[in-house]
């Protein structure tokens, strides 16, 4: 019965975890979704502008 006692102590574990809250919640998905954006147009400006370089050379 090893199964059950995993789940029990599963069980146990999960009520010491200290959840966050709404607004920590809010507060990080902001941040993942503005460095998400930051990061993508980042590359993308980098990427243009290493095509645009290359392009320049191949003439």
């Not at 920590?24 to 460095?35: A, G, Q």
């Not at 993308?44 to 003439?59: Q, T, V």
């Amino acid at each position: 019965m090893h199964l059950f006692r995993f789940f029990k102590n599963v069980g146990k574990e999960m009520k010491l975890v200290v959840w966050p809250t709404v607004k920590e919640n809010r507060r990080d998905t902001i941040v993942v979704v503005s460095l998400s954006l930051f990061f993508v147009l980042f590359f993308a400006l980098f990427d243009w502008l290493i095509e645009s370089g290359l392009l320049i050379f191949a003439k």
